[in-house]
């Protein structure tokens, strides 16, 4: 059953998101959950406990999804830490609704389900947004903090490269406030991939 510190479903700018593990193998120096509880409409997104697919369910059956064309998996965690929900959700929202199903990811699903999931995600979902975050292992090892280590960077990267074997829906996204310089590099970075790159304003928003 819901209640008031189970909010899975959530909108912020006219978006759909869901909130499925407050899970995350990282502490991102940026991230916005050492800031505030809550983004968007959502008063807490501390969840009492990692929801079940079927409170997931519940949570998309009881919204009205009129005039929304995009639900994320994007919360306070990382969604792949909560892989066979995200999944199964995935599957039920296509077929009940019409809709883009993107995941918001740190990357490092493949280290955290200790098995490669970069076809199973690529099959179940429209868009992949992975945080590349720095042009380099040292600075995302400071930055990110990974409990995986150095080695964490080079995972995240050999994740898009074999996402982007499945989907060219992958994107890798920096926040704007690395300065030019680093978002320039980390530009060469995805454009060395053949893969999409996005600078995204930052907003406070988790991964
Ligand atoms: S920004 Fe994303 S990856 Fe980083 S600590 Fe927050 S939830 Fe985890």
Redesign the pocket.
């Known amino acids: 059953m819901s209640n008031q510190n189970q909010e899975i479903l959530y909108v912020y700018k006219n978006k759909v998101y869901l909130n499925i593990t407050n899970k995350?193998?990282?502490?991102?120096t940026?991230?916005?959950?050492?800031k505030k509880d809550a983004i968007g409409n959502a008063s807490n997104l501390w969840l009492d406990h990692n929801p079940s697919f079927e409170e997931v369910k519940e949570a998309v059956d009881s919204f009205n999804f009129d005039g929304y064309d995009e639900i994320i998996f994007?919360?306070?965690?990382?969604p792949t830490n909560s892989f066979e929900v995200l999944i199964k959700t995935a599957q039920y929202l296509r077929q009940k609704l019409n809709i883009k199903i993107r995941v918001?990811?740190?990357g490092?699903g493949s280290l955290i389900n200790e098995r490669d999931i970069s076809e199973e995600l690529c099959k179940n979902v429209d868009f992949i947004s992975i945080?590349l975050?720095c042009s380099n292992k040292e600075d995302y090892l400071k930055t990110?903090?990974?409990k995986f280590g150095i080695k964490s960077y080079d995972e995240m990267l050999d994740f898009a490269k074999k996402c982007k074997k499945y989907t060219d829906n992958v994107v890798l996204s920096v926040v704007d406030v690395i300065g030019e310089d680093e978002v320039e590099k980390c530009r060469k970075i995805a454009d060395n991939l053949g893969i999409t790159f996005r600078v995204r304003k930052y907003n406070g928003?988790?991964?």
């Not at 994007?74 to 990382?78: A, D, I, L, Q």
């Open positions: 995350c193998p990282c502490a991102c940026f991230c916005i959950r050492s994007c919360g306070y965690g990382e918001n990811t740190n490092l945080s975050n990110v903090r990974p928003s988790a991964t």
